[in-house]
């Protein structure tokens, strides 16, 4: 079926650093998006993103937090600075329709902040 | 707010069983969509069923489900249990809204021979 590819799987930074994790949805979708997931605890929402824009957005995504998919290239989460409360999993998923469409998801981006 | 509760962090049976996972959910809107995601040991979430249909059964690869609004569940099911079957089981809710799935924490099932 579809794939979606997280580049990098694991990831080692020092708090205060920047971090940018990669994604690349399936060719033809048009909406992405990023959950977090905290060891031990369920998938949370951080942001959706259509045409260039951020639809919406948990309380989640801090100020730190970026996204963009420059020119069709990969679909980007920037965190800068990082923080240790930073530390999780981070899925990328992407639909190709909005509204409770089927969404396909990476297999995680692994972040510790030290 | 909008959230999804699954009361089985984990379950363990016999190859053969009957397997059921629970799945509640709370949302203040009436046309919930509902989702079940499977994920295998070092794989990505993929989805298992979804439905927007109260009173519905939805199948899938032997799996099926029924949402009720009534109730507000949307229970996985399946008649007998199989070792491949064992996976991180995810019921996951959407509602108005550009498509945000709002997860419960997950149920880890184990089937044994």
């Known amino acids: 079926g579809p794939k979606v590819l997280q580049i990098p799987s694991h990831q080692i930074i020092d708090m205060g650093q920047m971090v940018t994790l990669n994604c690349d949805p399936v060719?033809?979708?048009?909406?992405f998006y990023w959950y977090k997931q905290i060891l031990g605890q369920q998938m949370e929402f951080l942001v959706n993103?259509?045409?260039?824009?951020?639809?919406?957005k948990s309380k989640l995504f801090k100020d730190q937090f970026s996204v963009e998919r420059p020119d069709g290239s990969y679909f980007t989460l920037k965190i800068q600075p990082t923080a240790l409360e930073d530390s999780a999993v981070y899925f990328c998923?992407?639909?190709?329709?909005?509204?409770?469409?089927?969404?396909?998801f990476g297999p995680g981006t692994r972040l510790l902040v030290l | 707010g909008d959230s999804v509760t699954q009361t089985e962090g984990l379950v363990t049976l016999t190859e053969g069983l009957p397997v059921m996972l629970n799945c509640t959910y709370q949302?203040?809107?009436?046309?919930?969509?509902l989702f079940w995601y499977v994920q295998h040991l070092n794989e990505s979430p993929r989805l298992l069923l979804k439905?927007?249909?109260?009173?519905k059964r939805t199948e899938h690869q032997g799996f099926h489900a029924t949402l009720h609004k009534s109730s507000s569940s949307f229970h996985l099911q399946k008649s007998s249990a199989q070792l491949s079957d064992s996976a991180l089981y995810y019921c996951?809710?959407?509602?108005?809204?550009?498509?945000?799935?709002?997860f419960g924490s997950g149920t880890k099932l184990t089937v044994e021979p």
């Open positions: 060719s033809n979708h048009l909406y």
């Open positions: 949302t203040i809107y009436s046309n919930p969509f």
């Open positions: 998923a992407s639909s190709l329709q909005p509204n409770q469409d089927t969404q396909y």
């Open positions: 439905s927007f249909t109260d009173n």
């Open positions: 993103f259509y045409n260039g824009k951020v639809m919406e």
């Open positions: 996951a809710l959407s509602v108005i809204s550009y498509n945000v799935l709002y």
